[in-house]
Every structure is written in C-alpha cells, then in structure tokens.
C-alpha cells in the first residue's frame, strides 16, 4: 500500500478497509460533525495504586464519522489548525461535566478534560468553563484540565502569564490543573513549583516499558523514578499513563506511584459501560 502523504490521515474501519482522507476533507468533516453530533466520549479510569479504586475518569474524543471511527491523533491537528478545536472544545468541556455529574455524585469520582493550547488562550476560557460547570451542576473539585507543558509554556511570556491567570482563577474554584505527557517536552523541573499545577501525568513513554536490565529500560526506570520521586516532594500526584501489565503495575506500587491509568485496568470505555462498571463497585 501507499503510504500516506503529509496532508493525509488514514481512517481504519472496522473491516479493516483504510481510507485516505485530505485535510480539507476532513476540516469539512468536522464542521458537518459538530452539527450532526458525530463526536463522543469514551472514559478511562485513573486507578488508586494502593487501592484499586477509580480515582478518576479521563475523557477521551472519538469521532464517529460516516467513514468509520477517527481517533483523535488523526483530526485534533487539523481541528487546531482551522480553529475550529475551539468549538469542539466547548462540546467537549459540557458534555464531560454533564456526564460526571452522576459519578461524582454516586462515588465521588472526577472528571479528567483534555485542553489544547489553542483553547486556553482563548480569552473566553474560563467563562467556557465556569458555565460547563453552572450548567452541569458539577462542582469544580470534580473537574480536572490537562494540559501539556507545550500548551502552557510554548507560546511568549506574556501568553503565559495570561494562561497561569486563567488558570489560576479557575483554581478558586476547585478546579484542578494536570500537566499532560510530563516529561516529554522541554520539562524543566523547575517550572512545577511556579505553575498553577495540581497533578502530574507521566508519559506513558517512560512508564510503558518493558521490564529489562538493558540500558534503556535501566535509564527509564531511573527516570521514572526521579519523576516520582521529584512529585511526591512537590506534594504532586502522579499518575502513571499506559499502564499496560502488571509488571509495570508493582513497580509503580514499589516506586509509591499513587495512582494509574492503561489497559491493564481498563481501556476508554463509552459512558454506559462506564456506569456499569461503576455500579458493580469502583474497585477494578
Ligand atoms: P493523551 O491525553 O495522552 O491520552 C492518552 C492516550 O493513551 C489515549 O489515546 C488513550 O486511549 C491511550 N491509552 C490509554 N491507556 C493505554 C495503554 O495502556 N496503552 C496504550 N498504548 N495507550 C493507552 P487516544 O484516546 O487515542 O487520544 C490520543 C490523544 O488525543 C490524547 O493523548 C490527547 O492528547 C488527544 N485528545 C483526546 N481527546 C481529546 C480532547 O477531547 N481534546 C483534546 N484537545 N485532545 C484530545
Ligand atoms: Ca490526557
Ligand atoms: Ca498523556
Ligand atoms: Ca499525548
């Protein structure tokens, strides 16, 4: 097969048929997608190490496009470049609170959004936020904004210090701010102490290893053990992303890693199957 030029993404069915869909095909795609309600969510735990009990659910994006399911490696590129993110965003942000209203009710259980750059310098963040919010009566300890480092620190400085502003008054509020993929941009460890940082998501690149006494498992390991380590002196929580086997799992338990998220607990689940799981205990 051809591989796919830059201006293309490819689209698996489930019949394993692939298509290749140019970049304005799909910026058309996603305009008819917000209108035709064609985006959902899927929910994935993030487990209590110590306890097994889910801690919290992160919100995942599909879209279920005519074509076949799109994962959002695929579109969010596109969905930046044309702004058009934003209006996904919002989509997202309410339809996230809405559902966790229950769960949090029920068993007490947050709620995990994902924020891309190009929202949070949005001067109408907050006020996006804070009606998700009002609207879905979910209180803002429920909701927690990732974010990745690049999202917060790539743009100039005063950038910056507007975002920390927003999110600093978002965090009046009860809303927690997690730094997404940590360690894989220009992680100065430095910066956790003076952001608005309440929890910290390892890469899954460095807690995804495999177990082996080769040097690059070896400095992972090193590596993975540092950043804990730096987050539970910074009073962080950390989260282990891509928690695949439960090799993996007892080490995180051994290094005190307080909690995790990946396959081997659970994958991204549709918001029904996340109900039916909770109901038969949140411990997995
Ligand atoms: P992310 O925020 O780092 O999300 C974690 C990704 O790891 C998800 O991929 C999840 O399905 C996957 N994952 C979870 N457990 C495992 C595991 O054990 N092994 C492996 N190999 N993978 C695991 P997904 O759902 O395809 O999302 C990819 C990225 O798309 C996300 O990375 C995030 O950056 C972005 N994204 C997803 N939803 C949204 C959204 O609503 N808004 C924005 N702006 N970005 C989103
Ligand atoms: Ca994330
Ligand atoms: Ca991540
Ligand atoms: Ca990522």
Redesign the pocket.
Known sequence: AKAAGKNQISVFHPGLRVERLDRARIAEGLRRALDEDEFV??Y?PVVDLRTGEVHAV?????WHSPEGIV???AF?PT?EETGL?VP??VQ?LRRACFDARRWHERYGIAVN????GH?LHRPGFVGTVLDALADSGLPGEALIL?I?ETALLATGQQETARVIESLSELRTYGVRVAI??FGTGYSSLAYLQHLPVDVV?I??AFT?YEAGTDTASRQRHALTRAIIGLCESLDLPAVA????TAEQEEFLRDMRCPLG????FS??LPAQDLDRLLAGGTGL
């Open positions: 969510l899927n994935q992160e919100a995942l994006l599909r994962p959002p490696d969010i969905a993110i996904i965003g997202v959004v994902n924020v891309s929202q990732e990745t997404d993929d998501k890469d899954g995804g992303e891509k928690v695949e998220q990946g396959y081997l994958k991204p």
